[in-house]
């Protein structure tokens, strides 16, 4: 906290009684008193002409504040103006959202943290769009699925991480009138998609989606009429974004499925990091950092950090794809792959694994071993070994933290 407090510049912080008490929070008590719930309505009835003005204010003024996630290093503080958050608006309308409003009982279920920006997105456009959210105080997967069931919600909003919590309850035919699922945060995999489905078989639509907090919440996701093609993919660019993939030589690249880091360009795109100059290069491209393919058809596929990137032997190891391979046992709950440093091959991968709770260790990685080395080419082997951990650090919206591993 004292990171987020000290970077931002923040002079106030809105927080519950518990998690000061916690904390052992040091600064000015303004108040201790509990709210327990407003309704929109009546507030916005009871307001006057003079409760708020626009008088003052410009499109390039900020308006947040988020802190990116942080998976490679301490999260920055990304400066969003009103143009930026009209711009994504825009573009998620016209790219998606709008076909699913049109689909949809208009009801939905809010667990994502409102400081995570796709949370915080879903609240604004339900008040936008005039959608029930019923908010969870605490996500926990059966409290989830009971208030889905309750309250007839047929579209949730989820990331990866709540996807292979569910799976691994494995509890089936649960959330009957559940219709879309939208994902996001990271890369959601082909076969952790596929086993989501057969969890909710009327499910109708698995949207995926690719975004980062410098551009409030989403530059490319899956269009409404998929029909399951192209599952493993963060979907087409949305209308308002341009991309291109560039190679290690700073060569943009024009063949289909050739990976190079993605680069892209929007109104959508913050005004820069708090305390920096730019966001964005000469000619306005952000340098997402994430390595990417665009196949035929237009859809892209996310493949990796380009810093997490292991280098072995002068070739490029993704550590997803191992990490991908090792999920396939059933004993792995959670798995993350770096590289560490090897005099004879430049680095090796080492594989960090949480297991379940009735999993054998030695057995988990023999089989763990053996089916990387069944799998895939010699240099993706797992020659750094295999340490099991309780946990695997990661941000507060779920994405593991790699660089805390190194250290």
């Known amino acids: 906290m004292k990171h987020y407090i000290e970077s931002s510049g923040a002079v106030v912080l809105i927080s519950t009684p518990d998690y000061i008490q916690k904390n052992g929070w040091v600064g000015k008590l303004l108040t201790t008193k509990t709210v327990h719930g407003k309704i929109a309505d009546s507030i916005l009835e009871d307001a006057d002409d003079d409760s708020y003005t626009s008088e003052g204010l410009s499109l390039d003024d900020t308006l947040m504040a988020p802190f990116s996630s942080g998976t490679s290093g301490l999260p920055k503080c990304c400066l969003l103006t009103h143009r930026n958050f009209n711009a994504s608006t825009a573009a998620l309308k016209k790219g998606v959202f709008d076909q699913v409003l049109e689909n949809s009982s208009k009801k939905t279920i809010a667990f994502l943290p409102f400081y995570h920006a796709s949370g915080f997105w879903a609240l604004i456009f339900c008040l936008m769009e005039g959608c029930t959210s019923y908010i969870m105080n605490k996500f926990h997967p059966l409290n989830m699925l009971d208030l889905i069931e309750e309250h007839k919600i047929d579209t949730i909003n989820i990331v990866p991480a709540i996807a292979r919590t569910l799976i691994q309850i494995g509890m089936k035919d649960r959330a009957p009138g559940l219709r879309t699922i939208l994902c996001g945060s990271s890369a959601l995999d082909e076969q952790t998609a596929r086993q989501l489905l057969k969890l909710f078989p009327r499910v109708e639509r698995l949207l995926q989606g690719y975004g980062m907090t410098e551009l409030v919440v989403l530059s490319h996701i899956t269009p409404y009429k998929d029909n399951f093609v192209h599952l493993g993919s963060c979907g087409k660019l949305l209308p308002g974004f341009e991309a291109q993939l560039i190679n290690t030589d700073g060569e943009v690249i024009t063949e289909n499925n050739e990976k190079g880091e993605l680069l892209l360009r929007s109104d959508a795109i913050m005004k820069s990091y708090k305390n920096e100059t730019f966001a964005v290069d000469q000619e306005d491209w952000l340098h997402t950092g994430d390595i990417a393919l665009k196949n035929e058809d237009g859809y892209y596929f996310i493949v990796d950090r380009e810093k997490d990137l292991i280098k072995v032997n002068g070739f490029q190891v993704s550590p997803t794809e191992i990490e991908e391979v090792i999920q396939r046992n059933e004993k792995v709950k959670q798995a993350a792959v770096i590289g560490v440093h090897d005099e004879q091959t430049g680095e090796k991968p080492v594989a960090f694994l949480v297991l379940a ?34 946990e695997l650090p990661t941000s507060p919206s779920g994405k593991i933290q790699r660089y805390k591993l190194r250290n």
């Open 357 to 390: 709770d009735d999993a054998d260790p030695e057995t988990t990685v023999a089989e763990v071993l053996t089916l990387v080395r069944d799998t895939l080419s010699p240099v993706k082997h797992l020659h750094g070994g295999i340490r099991i951990v309780e």
